[in-house]
């Protein structure tokens, strides 16, 4: 059972980056379809954006595209989020998470979870 750990979150102001990381304790890392996915109070846990076992293929929710990156490192069991010219409605609480098959957008689809950091983006 793969164990996720975020890191990177914090306090930023508007038009700001921030790099958020997701270490794996699981050998088969190189295996899981990894995933970032966001959840601001109140609201329902949604899709950020996904990547594939070998890296080659992702996809972005469009509230995203051209500002974030995922990217991925197998040799360091670890999955990034590049986050680039962020905005207050980006604020929330980002989660990796893990699964198996193909690319997906829905939160079901995977199976192990990491505790979350926190983004704080300010106006």
């Known amino acids: 059972q793969a164990q996720l750990v975020e890191s990177g979150g914090g306090l930023v102001q508007a038009g700001g980056s921030l790099r958020l990381s997701c270490a794996a304790s699981?050998?088969?890392?190189?295996?899981?379809?990894m995933g970032w996915f966001y959840q601001a109070p109140g609201k329902e846990r949604g899709f950020v954006a996904t990547?594939?076992?070998?890296?080659?293929?992702?996809v972005y929710a469009d509230s995203v595209k051209g500002r974030f990156t995922i990217s991925r490192d197998n040799a360091k069991n670890t999955v990034y989020l590049q986050m680039s010219s962020l905005k207050p409605e980006d604020t929330a609480v980002y989660y990796c998470?893990?699964?198996?098959?193909?690319?997906?957008?829905?939160?079901?689809?995977?199976?192990?979870w990491g505790q979350g950091t926190q983004v704080t983006v300010t106006s």
């Open positions: 990547i594939s076992p070998s890296g080659a293929a992702s």
């Open positions: 998470a893990a699964g198996y098959g193909s690319l997906s957008t829905r939160k079901d689809d995977y199976y192990y």
């Open positions: 699981e050998r088969a890392f190189s295996n899981y379809v």
